[in-house]
C-alpha cells in the first residue's frame, strides 16, 4: 500500500487516540503525531459519562476504566452554607444503558491503556515530537507541514484528522474561527489525600458546590480526593498555588485542619468555544481543536470522544466506498450540535449554578434544583441530559 494511503491524525489526546483506534479497527492506515517526545501525564479530565464507556467497549478498552476507576452513580448539587441541594442515581437510568454510573479515572491512565493497543496493528505509525504546524489539501489528498528536531518536512496523507488541541494549528491552517468567550474566575485546583467523605459525611463522590463568593468541585478519585475552588479576586496565580494558601482554604471549607496538598495542583481559566466549522474538505476537527467548555458537568473529554468516534465511522464509510465525502458534512452537524446545543448550554447552566451572586436569583436556582431532583419523571430526564445520552442520541438521528 502506498505510504500517503492512510489518514493523518493530529495530536495524542483522548480523542486523537481514539480516532486512531477506531480506523485502525477498520483496517484503515493512520499516521498520528503528537508533539510532546513521549506520552505525559496530564491530570486533566476525570469523568466517564455512560456513552462514553459504551464507546470504549465497543473498542475493547472499557475494562480498564472500570477495574481501576472509581465508579460513581451518584453525585450532588450542594450549596456551601445550605448543604445537599439535589441528589441524582444514575440508578434510574439503568434501562437506558448498561453503565449507569460515572467512573472516576483519570485520562492520562485510558491514554497509556490506548498507546498500548496501538502497538498491536502494524498499520498504525505513532511518531512523537511532531509538532504539527498547518494542513493543506487538494483533489487527491491531504497533508501537514511537520515540526521535527531537525527542521520540518511535509507529511501526505488522504485525509487530516485535527486532534490537536483548543489552540489547534490545524484549525487555524484552515482559517476557521472559534468563536465564544472566556469567564473572568479562573478554577484553582489541589488535589489530596485527606478523607473529605470523613469530613463531610454526606457528601457524594461527584459534588459542585455553590457559592457567591468561593463555589468548589468535589471529585473522588482512585488515588485521591480532587478540590476545585473558584479563584479569589486579586489573588495571583503564584499565591494561589501556595500550601499554606492551599493548606488554609481546604481548612476553611472542611471546617477542620489536616488537607494537604499531593498529586496536583493546578490554575486555568474557563473558556466557552466552538469552531464555526468542524470540516473543511479533508480535514476534520475532533475534540479541543473543535471545541471546549466549562468542565463543570464532565463532559469536554467525553465529547471528544463521542467526536473521534463519530468521524472514525464517517471516514470508515468512505474508506470502504460505502459514503462519499458529503458524509463528512453530516459529521460537521451531528457534533456541532452536541457542542453548540447540547454541552455548551448544559455547562452554562452548570457554571452559572455555581457562581450565582444575586440573592433571589440563587434562591430560585437552588429550588428549581430541588423540584427536578423530587420529581422522578424530572430526574429522569435531568440525568439522560446531564450523563450526554439524551444529546448523543438526538444528534446521532440527524441527517
Not at 460513581?72 to 434510574?92: K, N
Not at 457559592?211 to 476545585?228: G, K, M, N, T
Amino acid at each position: 500500500m502506498h505510504e500517503n494511503n492512510r489518514v493523518i491524525v493530529a495530536g495524542g489526546g483522548p480523542a486523537g487516540l481514539i480516532a486512531t483506534l477506531a480506523l485502525a479497527q477498520q483496517d484503515i492506515p493512520v499516521l498520528m503525531l503528537e508533539v510532546q517526545p513521549q506520552p505525559v501525564d496530564h491530570r486533566r479530565a476525570t469523568t466517564f459519562h455512560p456513552p462514553t464507556l459504551e464507546y470504549l467497549r465497543q473498542l475493547g478498552a472499557v475494562d480498564s476504566v472500570i477495574e481501576n476507576g472509581r465508579i460513581t452513580p451518584i453525585w450532588q448539587f450542594r450549596d456551601r452554607q445550605e448543604g445537599l441541594v439535589a441528589e441524582f442515581d444514575l440508578a434510574a437510568i439503568k434501562d437506558q444503558t448498561d453503565y449507569p454510573f460515572r467512573v472516576q479515572y483519570e485520562q492520562m491512565n485510558l491514554n497509556k491503556v490506548l498507546y498500548r493497543m496501538l502497538e498491536n496493528y502494524t498499520h498504525v505509525d505513532v511518531r512523537f515530537g511532531h509538532e504539527v504546524l498547518s494542513a493543506n489539501q487538494d483533489a487527491d489528498g491531504a497533508s501537514v507541514q511537520v515540526k521535527i528536531s531537525d527542521g520540518e518536512q511535509t507529511l501526505h496523507g488522504l485525509f487530516v484528522v485535527g486532534a490537536d488541541g483548543s489552540r489547534s494549528n490545524v484549525r487555524r491552517s484552515l482559517g476557521i474561527g472559534f468563536e465564544g468567550f472566556t469567564y473572568e474566575e479562573k478554577i484553582v485546583q489541589y488535589g489530596t489525600h485527606f478523607d473529605i467523605g470523613a469530613a463531610l459525611p454526606d457528601v457524594s463522590g461527584v459534588a459542585y458546590i455553590s457559592d457567591p463568593d468561593e463555589w468548589c468541585v468535589l471529585l473522588h478519585l482512585p488515588e485521591y480526593w480532587r478540590i476545585s475552588f473558584s479563584s479569589r479576586d486579586g489573588e495571583d496565580d503564584e499565591t494561589a498555588l501556595r500550601d499554606d494558601i492551599a493548606e488554609a482554604r481546604m481548612a476553611a471549607f472542611l471546617g477542620q485542619s489536616g488537607a494537604t496538598v499531593a498529586l496536583q495542583r493546578s490554575i486555568w481559566r474557563i473558556h466557552q468555544r466552538v469552531a464555526d466549522d468542524f470540516r473543511k474538505g479533508r480535514i476534520v476537527l475532533v475534540g479541543d481543536a473543535a471545541h471546549i467548555n466549562s468542565p463543570m458537568g464532565g463532559m469536554g473529554m467525553n465529547s471528544g470522544v463521542h467526536d473521534a468516534m463519530n468521524l472514525a465511522d464517517k471516514l470508515g464509510q468512505i474508506w470502504r466506498s460505502e459514503a462519499d465525502h458529503s458524509v463528512l458534512d453530516r459529521y460537521t452537524r451531528q457534533r456541532r450540535y452536541v457542542a453548540q446545543e447540547d454541552v455548551r448550554q448544559q455547562t452554562i447552566r452548570n457554571t452559572k449554578f455555581l457562581n450565582e451572586k444575586d440573592p433571589a436569583a440563587r434562591r430560585e436556582s437552588l429550588d428549581a434544583m430541588r423540584a427536578v431532583a423530587d420529581n422522578p419523571q424530572k430526574h429522569h430526564t435531568f440525568l439522560m441530559n446531564s450523563s450526554m445520552l439524551a444529546g448523543l442520541r438526538t444528534a446521532n438521528a440527524m441527517d
